[in-house]
């Protein structure tokens, strides 16, 4: 690779590859749909992956610590099921919304547990969680959708304070807190350190063990959150959305440079999202079918595998 031995490009090779792919697919929307570059039409598109984009928060966390989370489905649809089910018709709304979080604090604690504390598979116990959940859904719900979503979280999703959608106000902070917490905290140093070498980590004095468990918690509560968003944006109840924000999460937060056990902060993962919203507004512009989509985007996916490939070489 002496063509990297170039010292801007090996600097090029360091920022993440969702800045690049968000810069392509803005100038391409630019050339195709130039009446699309409106703030209000972007922010309308962006309000739509905030749910994704909260998931990736949690995802980016755990993937920093080498460690992943596949049950943020399984908590986003069963949090559509206590909203929309109707069983809890009488109840205050953000109580509602407190049962939900606890719930999502729940899983992320199971999983955090059998991970950090059993050393069980990563893999294997949170793909296990997120079926066990989406089993108790189809059959508390009998394998019906269930009912409405209350007009409180609705009304709260089509706020725009400022002429900005709420949704993406609530996200935007999120991103913000999660970047000072793994810059400015001793938590998010413990991360860091875990990610480049759990050993030297536990030798150094992290508590490697309640670090991983901390992170799959937060992961947990992020998925909750996002269930909250996702619900409110459909309005309905639905058993079978969720699981498919998982492998975008995944697919998200790796384009925007992190990868297992290596952090590289928040604000590539956010644009690793936005890359998705805006992928979305350039295919339907160029009259691409849902397939069609599926396989540009997993192209991206590669092509970011492969530059990680040819970094990590180079190096």
Known sequence: MSVLRHPVLRAATRIPPSYV???VLLATLWVLKPAMMNPNILAT?????VPLGIVVLGQL???SSRSIDLSAGGVILLVNYLISSGQFNGVPPLVLVGICLLVGLGVGLINGLLIGKRRASAVIVTLAVNIVLIGLVEYLANGKPPGDVPA????????????VPAPLIFWVGLAMAMSLVLSRTIFGRFVASIGSNPVSAHFSGVPVERTVVTAHVIAGFMSALAGLVQTSSIAVGSVRFGPELVMNSIAATILGGVIFGRGAGVWGPFFGVLCFALLFVVMTSLGVQEPGKLVVQGCIILLAAVFYGVRTKSN
């Open 61 to 63: 966390l755990v993937i």
């Open 21 to 23: 792919v968000f810069a």
């Open 45 to 49: 598109f962006a309000r739509q992956v």
């Open 152 to 163: 409180f979280f609705r009304n709260i999703y089509n706020a725009r304070p400022g002429g």
